[in-house]
C-alpha cells in the first residue's frame, strides 16, 4: 500500500433548474352589449330582421306602383295586393294617359331643368369655396367661415317673402331661374360646411409636394383634391338632386304654372281631381323612382362618403 491515500472525486450534482415563470393572464376584455346582443341573435335572425325592415320600406312602393298600373275602378273596389293574385288587373293606360298630358311631362320637364342645374352649381362652387376655406390663406377666411356656417341656422321660410318681392323688383319671380337662384343659395352653406371640412382631412403633405412638384393651385385642385374628395363630392350631389327634386314649398311660391315642376302639378291635381288614381298614382310614382335610380346609381360613392367621416 501506498502512503498517499486516493481522495475519490464525485461529480457535483447539476445545479437546480429554476422553473419558469407562468405568463401572466390578461382577463379578456368584456364585450360590448351590441356584439354579445349579435352573437346571441347569430347572422341568421339580423339578415331575417334585415329582410323584415326592407319588406317594411318597400311595400309602400310596391302598392304604389301596383295601384299605378290599375283602373279607377279596381282601384275603388278592391285593394292593391288583389292585383298580386289576379294579373289581368294590371296594364299601362294610366302611363300612357299621364304621358299624353302635357301639363304633367311639362312639369316633369320642368322638375329635371330644375334639379340638375341646381346640383351641379351647388356641387361646384361650395368645392371651390370649400378648398379656398381649407388651404388657401386669405384676410378674413375664418370670420367669413363663422358667417357660412351661421346661415345653416336660418330657416327657409324667413327668406322667401323677402326673396320674392327682390325676384319680383328684378323680373325672376315664377320663373325657373328664380326657383334654381334659391335654391343655390340655401344649399351653398351646408354644402360649403360639408366640402371644407372634408378637405381640411386631406395630409398637407400631399399639397406640398404638390406645390413643390410645381403644380399650381387650379392643378392642385382639379388633379388631387378633386379625385381624393370623390366621396364628399358624389354624397353631396345626392342630397341636393333629392332636396330640390322632393321640394314643394319653395316651387309653390317662386314658380309660376308654366315652370312648376312635378310636385305641384300632382298638387294641383290633387286638389282638383282628388279621387283620380289613375293620374295620381303614376305621377307620384314617376316622382319617386327617378330619385331611387339616381340614389342606387351613386350608392357606392354614397357609402364611401358616409365612412369617410366616420372612420380614420
Known amino acids: 500500500m501506498s502512503g498517499h491515500s486516493t481522495i475519490e472525486r464525485r461529480p457535483s ?162 320663373t325657373i331661374p328664380g326657383v334654381i337662384l334659391f335654391h343655390v343659395a340655401y344649399g351653398l352653406p351646408f354644402a360649403i360646411f360639408l366640402l371644407r371640412n372634408y378637405f381640411a382631412e386631406i395630409p398637407r403633405e400631399m399639397l406640398e409636394a404638390a406645390r413643390m412638384d410645381g403644380g399650381s393651385e387650379w392643378r392642385i385642385f382639379t388633379r388631387l383634391i378633386l379625385p381624393l374628395g370623390r366621396p364628399a363630392l358624389a354624397s353631396l350631389a345626392i342630397f341636393q338632386f333629392l332636396w330640390v327634386w322632393n321640394d314643394m314649398l319653395v316651387a309653390l311660391l317662386f314658380a309660376d304654372s308654366e315652370s312648376q315642376p312635378l310636385t305641384v302639378a300632382l298638387q294641383s291635381e290633387m286638389r282638383q281631381f282628388s279621387s283620380n288614381i289613375g293620374v295620381l298614382a303614376p305621377g307620384a310614382f314617376l316622382s319617386l323612382v327617378v330619385p331611387l335610380v339616381v340614389f342606387f346609381a351613386f350608392q357606392r360613392h354614397f357609402v364611401q362618403g358616409v365612412m369617410a367621416g366616420s372612420v380614420k
Open 13 to 174: 450534482p447539476p445545479p437546480a433548474k429554476t422553473p419558469a415563470p407562468e405568463p401572466t393572464r390578461v382577463p379578456a376584455p368584456r364585450r360590448r352589449r351590441t356584439g354579445r346582443l349579435t352573437g346571441l341573435l347569430g347572422n341568421g335572425a339580423v339578415q331575417a330582421i334585415l329582410i323584415v325592415v326592407a319588406l317594411v320600406w318597400i311595400t309602400p312602393l310596391a302598392g304604389l306602383f301596383l295601384s299605378s298600373m290599375r283602373s279607377d275602378g279596381d282601384n275603388a273596389a278592391k285593394g292593391w295586393w288583389t292585383a298580386l293574385t289576379d294579373p289581368g288587373q294590371l296594364s299601362l293606360d294610366n302611363y300612357t294617359a299621364l304621358f299624353a298630358d302635357s301639363g304633367i311631362t311639362q312639369a316633369f320637364w320642368n322638375t329635371v331643368l330644375i334639379s340638375v342645374p341646381t346640383t351641379v352649381l351647388v356641387v361646384v362652387i361650395a368645392a371651390l369655396a370649400g378648398y379656398a376655406f381649407a388651404w388657401l390663406e386669405f384676410p378674413g377666411r375664418n370670420a367669413i367661415f363663422l358667417v357660412v356656417v351661421g346661415l345653416l341656422v336660418v330657416p327657409v321660410q324667413i327668406g322667401l317673402l323677402p326673396v320674392a318681392k327682390l325676384f319680383g323688383t328684378i323680373g325672376l319671380f315664377g
